[in-house]
Nanobody, 116 residues
């Protein structure tokens, strides 16, 4: 079983930046494609960024394309989400997990609030 612990959220003004981190456990981490998801109040959870197991390919939701960057360090079992140009609509709880259903599990997430 693989588990994930997210950190790095906080309160930031519009236009600001944050870097989220995700620490994973489990020997198979380096074989898993990973994703960052978010859930805003009253809305469904959505995938905002994904990265292949080697980091060679990434994909982004249209709403964050050009502003967010996903990356990973397999040696450290870490996944990152660099968020620039934050907007009020980016306010949500952010989670990281494997994109394959078999290895998906939801941690506590990290709250990102964009407000002036």
């Amino acid at each position: 079983q693989v588990q994930y612990v997210e950190s790095g959220g906080g309160l930031v003004q519009p236009g600001g930046s944050l870097r989220l981190s995700c620490a994973a456990s489990g020997r198979i981490f380096s074989t898993l494609a990973m994703g960052w998801y978010r859930q805003a109040p009253g809305k469904q959870r959505e995938l905002v960024a994904a990265i292949t197991s080697t980091g060679s390919s990434t994909n982004y939701a249209d709403s964050v394309k050009g502003r967010f960057t996903i990356s990973r360090d397999n040696a450290k079992k870490m996944v990152y989400l660099q968020m620039n140009g934050l907007k009020a609509e980016d306010t949500a709880v952010y989670y990281c997990t494997a994109t394959a259903a078999r290895y998906t599990s939801w941690g506590q997430g990290t709250q990102v609030t964009v407000s002036s």
